[in-house]
């Protein structure tokens, strides 16, 4: 199965220039990035989205989404981002559910499967997190959250969508922002992946299942991306702080496409 990287910039590289120098040293790369069997997803400001389709629009591998988009297509929303004006334009992606989300925007899981409905509709794909707080895995609670959130999110969800449906397992504790002392080992990331592979065999039967790749997100970066993505056997990563310099991301693309050869 095709492993994917999505690097999500949050609310960084805001100002043009710094827009600006990432995309021209990213494009330094651009006859290497041609010809990858790994798929890449950038998800930049909203505000650069436009811009970043148009520059890679003729990197086959390249594709560009928003790191977020209101469950609606149109209407009195004020300050809403329409998925429909992403698909309008070329981009193909949307993530949906990061915990930042919930913990700075009050997001709760009935609003994402609210987004993930209007998303899907479109017939985008939706990058969905699903992760236990610190709390949570204090008291062994990982399977429960993990089962909860999905239950809630694909509770209506259609199998026909199930091929634009992309699951991240992020751990919240263990986002680089939140400086975790240990991020997750290959056994813990492997189990969650079960755990969740699990859900979706129970919902939808396993040749369904099967048409859901699982990320993981937390923390990912050169030094352990090859861990992550063949020793944990995760399809690929949701990529913070590591994204915002294209030699440290291009250099986690180059160790999985090497290792998937």
Not at 6 to 35: C, D, H, P, T
Not at 65 to 83: C, H, N, P, V, Y
Not at 139 to 151: A, F, I
Not at 158 to 179: F, H, M, Q
């Amino acid at each position: 199965m095709q492993k994917i990287i999505v690097a999500n910039f949050k609310m960084n590289l805001v100002l043009k220039f710094e827009i600006e120098n990432w995309i021209k040293g990213f494009l330094r790369y651009k006859q290497e990035l041609a010809s990858l069997n790994t798929g890449i997803v950038l998800a930049p400001p909203i505000l650069s989205t436009l811009n970043f389709i148009e520059q890679f629009k003729d990197i086959k591998s390249i594709a560009v989404g928003l790191q977020d988009s209101f469950w609606e297509r149109k209407g009195s929303f004020t300050g809403g981002i329409s998925a429909s004006t992403l698909k309008s334009y070329g981009g193909e992606y949307v993530i949906l559910g990061h915990s930042e989300r919930k913990k700075y925007f009050g997001e709760t899981e009935e609003v994402v499967a609210y987004k993930l409905q209007g998303v899907s509709k479109l017939g985008l794909k939706s990058i969905v997190c699903v992760g236990e707080t610190k709390e949570e895995k204090e008291k062994d609670l990982t399977k429960e959250s993990l089962g909860r959130q999905l239950k809630t999110y694909l509770d209506d969800f259609p199998p026909g969508r199930l091929d634009k449906l992309i699951l991240c397992y992020e751990p919240v504790w263990a986002i680089s922002t939140n400086k975790p002392v240990n991020p997750p080992t290959a056994d813990e990331m492997m189990t969650a992946k079960l755990m969740m592979k699990k859900f979706l065999v129970e919902k939808y039967g396993a040749s369904q299942a099967e048409k859901v790749k699982i990320l993981y997100g937390g923390s990912a970066n050169q030094h352990n991306v090859e861990e992550i993505c063949f020793e944990a056997s995760m399809d690929g990563v949701l990529v913070g702080k590591a994204s915002l310099v294209p030699a440290e991301l291009m250099g986690m693309i180059k160790r999985v496409e090497e290792r998937s050869l």
